[in-house]
């Protein structure tokens, strides 16, 4: 089970590295710029957050060409919307803060995470409009586009850091994740 980690220059993409070291996944922490050549024999892929879309290497070129199931994370998430048609708009809440997120969808991504929990995230920037094929999974009261998923590919997307000690079940959804990519 190979898993790598996009560095995106996020100050917590390091800590979705370790979290899916400490999984028992073969993982490495990689550069945006690595040619998606070298990412096709993965089994899965973790867009990670990062400070501006328009520092975002080759992972357009990820999303697009690999066949793979892959998870965006805050910028990641913004990220996959953008590429697949929807829109990315400034939050009402700029700044790190816990927020209450509902999970609306059942999906195998929270399987075993109770409806409401507490997460860690910016909402400097968010999605505004759902792309084209995806479905909403999480909400807030600050935002109608918490997590979201492709309707038919296992591409899944989270405004916020499940990776860091302030939000609620990250371990469980990266585990969660590892078992989408053992499909």
Same mark, same amino acid.
């Given at each position: 089970m190979k898993i790598y980690v996009v560095y995106n220059y996020g100050q917590y993409n390091h800590l979705i590295h370790r979290t899916l070291r400490d999984l028992g996944v073969e993982t490495k922490l990689i550069e945006n710029t690595t040619p /998606? !050549? !070298?990412l096709r024999d993965l089994d899965g892929l973790v867009i990670g957050g990062g400070p501006s879309l328009d520092k975002t290497g080759n992972c357009e070129q990820y999303l697009k060409e690999l066949d793979i199931p892959m998870i965006g994370i805050c910028l990641g998430h913004q990220l996959m919307a953008k590429v697949f048609g929807g829109e990315v708009g400034k939050g009402t809440m700029g700044g790190y803060s !816990? /927020?209450?997120v509902r999970i609306t969808e059942d999906d195998e991504l929270f399987e075993g995470i109770p409806k409401e929990i507490t /997460?860690?995230?910016?909402?400097m920037d968010e999605v505004k409009k759902l792309p084209e094929n995806f479905k909403v999974l999480a909400e807030s009261d600050i935002c109608k586009i918490e997590a979201m998923r492709h309707k038919e590919k296992p591409l899944y997307g989270v405004q916020w850091h499940p990776e860091v000690y302030h939000s609620q079940y990250g371990v469980e959804l990266y585990r969660n994740f590892v078992k989408i990519c053992k499909k």
């Amino acid at each position: 089970m190979k898993i790598y980690v996009v560095y995106n220059y996020g100050q917590y993409n390091h800590l979705i590295h370790r979290t899916l070291r400490d999984l028992g996944v073969e993982t490495k922490l990689i550069e945006n710029t690595t040619p /998606v !050549e !070298e990412l096709r024999d993965l089994d899965g892929l973790v867009i990670g957050g990062g400070p501006s879309l328009d520092k975002t290497g080759n992972c357009e070129q990820y999303l697009k060409e690999l066949d793979i199931p892959m998870i965006g994370i805050c910028l990641g998430h913004q990220l996959m919307a953008k590429v697949f048609g929807g829109e990315v708009g400034k939050g009402t809440m700029g700044g790190y803060s !816990e /927020v209450k997120v509902r999970i609306t969808e059942d999906d195998e991504l929270f399987e075993g995470i109770p409806k409401e929990i507490t /997460v860690w995230a910016s909402h400097m920037d968010e999605v505004k409009k759902l792309p084209e094929n995806f479905k909403v999974l999480a909400e807030s009261d600050i935002c109608k586009i918490e997590a979201m998923r492709h309707k038919e590919k296992p591409l899944y997307g989270v405004q916020w850091h499940p990776e860091v000690y302030h939000s609620q079940y990250g371990v469980e959804l990266y585990r969660n994740f590892v078992k989408i990519c053992k499909k």
